[in-house]
C-alpha cells in the first residue's frame, strides 16, 4: 500500500510543477503514453522491476523509451531512479492521470471485459456511470481481460461491482463444496 502512497505524492507533485510550467497537458500526454507503454511492454516491466538490471541502465532505457517527453516527466524519471523507485513509474503515471482528471471534475470508470466492448455496450456503461456518479464527465476505460470468461467488473474510485463469470463460478464452487 506503502508504494501507491508514494505515487500519489510523486504524481502531485509532477502535476504542480506542470501546472507552474503550464506544461499540464503535455504532461497527461506522456503519462498516458507511459502506462499505454508498460501496459504493452512485459521486458520494460521487468527491467524496471529487476535488482539485477543498474539504476543507469534503467535511466538509459527510460529515457529511450520517452525521448519525446516533456522535460517535467524526464524530471520524473530522474527523481524516480535516483531514489530507487524506477518500478512506480506506471503507478505515478496512473496517478496522475487520476489526479487530472479530479480536478476537471472528470470522473473515471473501468471496466474490464473478457472481449471489447461494443459502442452500443459502452455508451450504456457510461451511461449507468454517471448516473451512480450524479458525474456529467465520465471517462471509460476498457481493461480486456479473457480471465474473467465474460460478464465484466466495473471499478469506479474506490467501488469495485464484479459481475464476472469467473467470480460467479467460484462463489457456486464455494456454495456447493460448503453443502457438501
Given at each position: 500500500?506503502?508504494?501507491?502512497?508514494?505515487?500519489?505524492?510523486?504524481?502531485?507533485?509532477?502535476?504542480?510543477?506542470s501546472k507552474?510550467?503550464?506544461?499540464?497537458?503535455?504532461?497527461?500526454?506522456?503519462?498516458?503514453?507511459?502506462?499505454?507503454?508498460?501496459?504493452?511492454?512485459?521486458?520494460?516491466?521487468?527491467?524496471?522491476?529487476?535488482?539485477v538490471v543498474?539504476?543507469?541502465?534503467?535511466?538509459?532505457?527510460?529515457?529511450?523509451?520517452?525521448?519525446?517527453?516533456?522535460?517535467?516527466?524526464?524530471?520524473?524519471?530522474?527523481?524516480?531512479?535516483?531514489?530507487?523507485?524506477?518500478?512506480?513509474?506506471?503507478?505515478?503515471?496512473?496517478?496522475?492521470?487520476?489526479?487530472?482528471?479530479?480536478?476537471?471534475?472528470?470522473?473515471?470508470?473501468?471496466?474490464?471485459?473478457?472481449?471489447?466492448?461494443?459502442?452500443?455496450?459502452?455508451?450504456?456503461?457510461?451511461?449507468?456511470?454517471?448516473?451512480?456518479?450524479?458525474?456529467?464527465?465520465?471517462?471509460?476505460?476498457?481493461?480486456?481481460?479473457?480471465?474473467?470468461?465474460?460478464?465484466?467488473?466495473?471499478?469506479?474510485?474506490?467501488?469495485?461491482?464484479?459481475?464476472?463469470?469467473?467470480?460467479?463460478?467460484?462463489?457456486?464452487?464455494?456454495?456447493?463444496?460448503?453443502?457438501?
Amino acid at each position: 500500500m506503502g508504494s501507491t502512497r508514494a505515487a500519489n505524492r510523486y504524481a502531485k507533485a509532477i502535476l504542480d510543477l506542470s501546472k507552474d510550467s503550464g506544461n499540464v497537458s503535455a504532461v497527461l500526454e506522456d503519462m498516458k503514453t507511459v502506462v499505454a507503454t508498460l501496459n504493452q511492454s512485459k521486458d520494460l516491466r521487468v527491467a524496471l522491476q529487476s535488482p539485477v538490471v543498474k539504476g543507469e541502465d534503467k535511466r538509459a532505457i527510460l529515457r529511450q523509451v520517452f525521448s519525446a517527453a516533456s522535460k517535467e516527466t524526464i524530471g520524473l524519471v530522474d527523481i524516480l531512479i535516483d531514489n530507487k523507485r524506477a518500478s512506480l513509474i506506471g503507478d505515478v503515471a496512473q496517478s496522475y492521470i487520476t489526479l487530472y482528471n479530479q480536478s476537471k471534475g472528470i470522473q473515471t470508470a473501468t471496466v474490464t471485459t473478457a472481449v471489447p466492448l461494443t459502442p452500443e455496450l459502452e455508451q450504456k456503461v457510461l451511461d449507468k456511470v454517471k448516473s451512480l456518479t450524479g458525474s456529467t464527465e465520465v471517462k471509460l476505460d476498457n481493461i480486456i481481460d479473457e480471465s474473467i470468461l465474460g460478464g465484466f467488473v466495473l471499478r469506479v474510485g474506490d467501488t469495485q461491482y464484479n459481475a464476472s463469470i469467473a467470480t460467479q463460478l467460484s462463489k457456486l464452487k464455494r456454495e456447493f463444496s460448503n453443502s457438501l
